[in-house]
């Protein structure tokens, strides 16, 4: 059987995925990073884990407050609630393994944060302009910033995306960007 290859790419990160394996349990994906790409804010998640393998040249993380240049070979297991980013200060691409453990939505939202990106509906730093759009992709993400205590950033996300589903704004994004 015939399985179509979903790829995107983020011109803001710059970088591009591709779909390994997207199952219940499971989503992997390869990132194609390039020099002088990933991203810009610490972020964390709550229900997440995240492993980085990385497959060639090298990628420099920021967890917590500790900076690691992980090569070939190495991996690098992000558990929940622990602040970190990745980015590439090398001068070549970097090509790295993410495992996501019980992603629930992350395929989505990422489709639809990537998607965005190339609308041009995002800022710089890639988050989206329309404040449902972002309260729906980061509750779908898990994803939050340190920089806000987090039972802030819970109920107003939270409100948002339900808000954002009531006005039916959630199935038009994944109607657009979701494969």
Do not use: W
Not at 11 to 22: C, F, H, N, V
Not at 45 to 53: C, G, M, P, V, Y
Not at 90 to 110: R, T
């Amino acid at each position: 059987m015939y399985h179509k290859k979903i790829e995107f790419s983020n011109a803001i990160l710059k970088d591009r995925i591709q779909i390994i394996e997207d199952s219940e349990y499971k989503l992997t994906f390869r990132t194609y990073l390039e020099p002088d790409g990933g991203q810009h804010e610490l972020h964390y998640h709550t229900k997440l884990n995240e492993k980085f393998k990385i497959i060639q040249g090298e990628l420099n993380v920021m967890i917590d407050n500790e900076e690691k240049t992980l090569i070939v070979g190495d991996e690098q297991t992000i558990t929940n609630f622990t602040n970190h980013r990745f980015y590439n200060a090398s001068s070549k691409q970097v090509i790295f393994d993410v495992e996501v453990l019980n992603p629930k939505k992350m395929m989505n939202a990422l489709q639809i944060m990537y998607g965005l990106v190339e609308d041009g509906k995002t800022n710089a730093k890639g988050l989206p302009n329309n404040i449902f759009h972002t309260a729906i992709g980061l509750q779908m993400m898990d994803a939050f910033s340190p920089k806000i205590p987090y039972f802030i950033q819970k109920f107003g996300i939270s409100i948002l995306a339900i808000l954002g589903r009531i006005l039916g704004i959630e199935k038009k994004l994944i109607k657009k960007y979701c494969k």
